[in-house]
């Protein structure tokens, strides 16, 4: 991983602690010859300019929501980083919260859902993600994990759904020629990294509230942990390799 600011790397976005790259982490440095890339701890380090060296942002998830301005007061500055991002054309891939944070940029809306969602769901491609060059290569099908209290409400203008399964909209482009992309589901999480929210104060409540059994959601993420790593972190491969790289 560059340990500097280094010509054309990727910032990976990072809100707290608990919700780094994990999983991702393995794709990220098989790619550093070519797209070097630093992680940006948020919470720590203050939100980055947009030099002309930035490549793109993966922006991760986190247990805030981008309301809780007032507490993390680093999201405005994040919101003005992002929506400089859609001005300038640098690619975005938003995870969870991060997907909320560039919908937000862009003009949509997130609301608090009547109870969170936190699940493992099979999505399906859209029309519109069955000709997308990200998700052109999605298997229908493919499951995901969710877990998330707050969601996208109303799509900025003119985005796109790319994939369908759940009550929200779990995947979608930023426009019709955008090169950025949000998902609510995490491709990024294994089960070592669900069990370690579930067992959280500040995340621990919306599980309760979601009614789930977590020591067997967290075993369902393990037996099919291969699987929903394989779909999730080969998502991300394409986008960096068909966007980023580009």
Do not use: K, N
């Amino acid at each position: 991983m560059s340990a500097a600011d280094t010509p054309g790397e990727l910032l990976v976005l990072q809100h707290a602690d608990v919700t780094g790259p994990d999983q991702l982490v393995p794709t990220l440095d098989a790619r550093t010859p070519q797209q070097p890339w630093r992680l940006v701890a948020l919470d720590r380090e203050g939100v980055p300019q947009l030099t002309d060296d930035v490549r793109g942002l993966l922006v991760l998830g986190g247990p805030m929501g981008v309301a809780d301005r007032d507490e993390h007061p680093w999201i405005d500055d994040e919101l003005a980083l992002l929506r400089d991002a859609i001005d300038r054309d640098v690619p975005v891939f938003g995870i969870c919260l991060g997907a909320q944070l560039l919908a937000t940029a862009a003009g949509g809306e997130v609301t608090r859902r009547a109870s969170p969602e936190v699940a493992i769901l099979p999505l399906d491609r859209t029309a519109e993600g069955g000709e997308d060059e990200i998700f052109a290569g999605w298997p229908d099908g493919g499951a995901v994990v969710l877990s998330h209290q707050d969601q996208v409400s109303t799509l900025p203008e003119g985005a796109v759904p790319m994939l369908t399964g759940s009550d929200g909209v779990p995947a979608w482009r930023l426009g019709e020629e955008a090169r950025s992309y949000a998902v609510q589901f995490h491709p990024e999480v294994g089960a070592d990294g669900v069990a370690t929210w579930a067992s959280r104060d500040d995340l621990r409540g919306m599980y309760e509230r979601a009614d789930v059994d977590t020591e067997a959601f967290v075993a369902d993420v393990r037996r099919r942990e291969a699987f929903l790593r394989a779909v999730g972190v080969s998502l991300v491969g394409r986008w960096l390799d068909g966007v980023v790289a580009d």
